[in-house]
């Protein structure tokens, strides 16, 4: 049997610091893609918004990202 383990990737930085992919925002796994920076949208289209009214509020949102691996457990 397989689990999904999220693990840290780096540490703390602002939304508009973190590069595209993966990122944990309070208990919420989020993904930022390579979009410029309007968004971050995600692959539906939809803007991750963080509970902020504006994109600079937006940017300023500490965010922490995050690698994904496969892990063997036992059953």
């Not at 049997?1 to 309070?26: A, D, H, Q, S």
């Amino acid at each position: 049997m397989k689990k999904l383990v999220i693990i840290p990737n780096g540490w703390p930085c602002t939304l508009l610091e973190c590069p595209p992919g993966f990122f944990v925002f309070e208990d919420r796994l989020c993904l930022k893609t390579e979009y410029a920076y309007d968004g971050p949208y995600n692959e539906g289209g939809e803007v991750f918004w963080g509970g902020v009214d504006t994109k600079e509020e937006r940017a300023k949102l500490i965010v922490e990202p995050v690698d994904m691996e496969w892990q063997e457990v036992d059953p």
